[in-house]
């Protein structure tokens, strides 16, 4: 690990208020937090704030000195106040629960000491953490006695319900330390992680966690239920492909009258039946591959893999996690998955259920040039296996064939890595390069450095990235309003703003429409610099804004909540907050925006994988993803995108179905001929033309697919069809046997040329060679007298 030691003051300031981690708990590229606790600390945590969990009085003081010790020593706070037993008789003695550990730690660190009575209760409750959250770990998981446990309910800063997993702890969105960083800081959202962090291994040493085989076991019945889920699979994927090649499947033999119930003459006389389908699929597959090449076999693969990926996802949904023999809590492996510690619901399935179909590049295994896709699978075997289906599981281990499929899935992974790394990094600097000048002015205006306007206002409304994920939580500001307010109301600072100007705007404005008058369409926004004007904010975030007060107005009529004493706080302090949060909310002037742009594509750009997808059920349509889709956009800039798209919004009068929908976006679709096209028959006949003629007659038969799918689906009815087909197919076709004709004419006469030269030079040759005959007797003749 590399020490940085800052030289002067200008790196220690950076140090100080820019690369501390505290500092970059936000990531500009979306606003959401980018630190946070992972594995053992979730699962610890998990298990500390469990109903279930109690301490005593000596274990409960070891855990919050263990976590704020650090804290003590530092002087960032001088006494740790503690919480009564929740159980104050018991065998044991008083008990505390983990929650109630939390709930200390929590008010240690987000109350000053000045903010404390002398008895140790803080001043103010209101100042505390209010916080309504779901967790990821469903409250089913725990049974009947903690199903209220999947929601997470803290009331000033005390956890009273729910378990704190990934969804509060880790780099989550609204999550715990989310809200805490929110209400106070990002120094104390820094000592908070630093603190729960210690906590939960000193709580993980007294727990203890670890994973054994039977984690990942399935029970007896679970395991039979799979054997009949697969074997039914792999008998529909078998008729699927049959049903695409055109074969009939004689059924007739497993009818129910002819079956014995004490033999297995059924299931023989299928697999008879499933040996002569499979041989003439294969024949299917081999005469049409000749043929055809590769379109035939992305077709016939994406009818089998639909109908055998539905057989996965069964398997999975079927076994897991019910059908495992330990269930959580005591499956640690689930505990893992479900908290969000590590691994994910596919990890667990290829463990306990199967691997599924291995995919390269979004297809199934590819063939040889023999046909083959493993020297020990038949040419163009239709068996899903011999494609990379693999039905084995890890835990009782893979056959050699499916192990070398995964292998091959794997690798791809691994190159995949290697090679986009590269390409990203060299996207990013080529998108930083050019934005790099781009830098937010006084004005609120962003230039580049020659002082040309770029855009009036950052983003169209000022906001900063980093700020701007809790503008439109309102029911958390209204919960957590005597923190907010503390944090960032100010009498200088209100002194400084004008405060009217934009709220008479508004009202005249309001007035004017009730009139029926004209109103002026300029936004209030870009009137009105919103680093000056309180109120200034943009026009959705004020829809927004009315639309919660509206509905606050209208519960606080309630007589429910009237009964109940809740305090309610005035619309106007709502606003009037709401806009001092906006105002707080705006990007800095000499903020780099154009870098901080350049850097939002590039870190995404890393973690993309797949460079291109396979549509299911549309044969041969890939769309071009990842990288080489931002390659072609942002650094070539090519006319002819591989795949273009058009944003079309619907009307928002007339609701649409899916299918419609679906229906309508398919009619801007360029389509092909060979897309509505089912088969294509030629047929050749010999005519004899006078006495030694012969001329080829060749017809070609185009058979559709069914006419009313054609027209529901594409828009296109038989006269289109028709129509296009005489006057753009045909004309073309025509133009290409001319010139294919025209090609073998010139072929027959270059080899006619070839021939006569040949000869001719044959017979030069020839007279050259009985000329020197001739002219070697005369030598001899003349030499012998």
Known sequence: MNIHLPQNYTAIAEAYELAATHKQYIVPTSGAPIRGLIQDFIVSSVFLTSKDSFFSKEEYNQLVFSSLNEFLQDKVITKIHLERPCIFRSPNGPLWTGKQVVTTILKNLSFDEREYHESGK????????????????????????????????????????????????????????????????????????????????AHLQYHGFTCGLDDGLLSKESNKQRDRILKKAHKRGIQAGAEFCGIKIDYSSGKEETKDPNSDDEELIDEREEKRVMQEIKLFIQKRFVNEGLHIEKEFDTVVQSEMNEATTTVIDKCLPSGLIKSFPRNNMSAMVLTGAKGGKINRS??????????????????????????????????????????????????????????????????????????????????????????????????????????????????????MLYLNKFDFMEQNHAALLKKYYSDNFMASLDTKTVQKVRKEQKAKKQQGDVVDDDPILSIYNPAKYLGSTSEKMYSDLKTFCKKYKKESRDPSIVKTG????????????????????????????GTLA??????????????????????????????????????????????PLMVLPLRGDKEFTDEEISNFANKFQKLQLSEVINNVKVSRDYILKGKSNVISKYEVFFEFEDLEKIKETFGVTKTDLTKVFTSKFLPLLIKNIQKQTKRGIEDTMAVKDTKSKHMKEKEQMEDEEVLEEYQDDGKKKASDN
């Not at 056959?399 to 091959?408: A, G, I, L, S």
């Not at 302090?573 to 909310?585: N, P």
């Not at 044969?619 to 070539?636: F, H, K, Y």
Request: charged share 20%; with cysteine; hydrophobic share 35%.
């Open 122 to 201: 803080p001043k103010s409750l209101k100042m505390g953490l209010n916080l309504t959250s779901k967790a990821r770990l469903d409250g089913s998981n725990w049974g009947a006695l903690g199903k209220d446990e999947g929601q997470v309910v803290i009331r000033n800063n005390e956890l009273l319900q729910g378990v704190l997993d990934k969804n509060q702890l880790g780099d989550s969105k609204f999550g715990m330390i989310h809200s805490f960083y929110e209400l106070y800081g990002s120094e104390r959202a820094g000592q908070l992680l630093t603190a729960l962090g210690r906590l939960l291994v």
């Open 350 to 467: 290829q463990i306990a259920c199967l691997l599924g179909q291995q995919a390269l590049e979004g297809k199934r295994v590819p063939r040889m040039p023999n046909g083959k896709t493993l020297p020990s699978f038949s040419a163009f075997d239709p068996d899903p296996r011999s494609s990379g289906y693999i039905s084995d599981r890890f835990i009782t281990g893979l056959r050699p064939q499916d192990f070398y499929f995964h292998c091959m899935a794997g690798r791809e992974g691994l190159i995949d890595t290697a090679v986009k790394t590269a390409r990203s990094g060299y996207l990013q600097r080529c998108l930083i390069k050019q934005l790099e000048s781009l830098v937010v002015s006084y004005d609120m205006t962003v230039r580049d450095n020659d002082g040309s306007v770029v855009q009036f206002l950052y983003g169209e409304d000022s906001i900063d990235v980093t700020e």
């Open 566 to 593: 809740a305090n309610r706080m005035k619309t106007s302090t709502i606003e009037k907050l709401y806009y001092l949060k906006y105002l707080k909310s705006l990007v800095a002037p000499g903020e780099n925006v």
């Open 598 to 643: 350049g850097q939002g594509i590039g870190e995404p750009s890393t973690q993309m994988t797949l460079n291109t997808f396979h549509l299911a059920g549309h044969g041969g349509a890939n769309v071009t993803l990842g990288i080489p889709r931002l390659r072609e956009i942002l650094m070539t800039a090519s006319e002819n995108l591989k795949t």
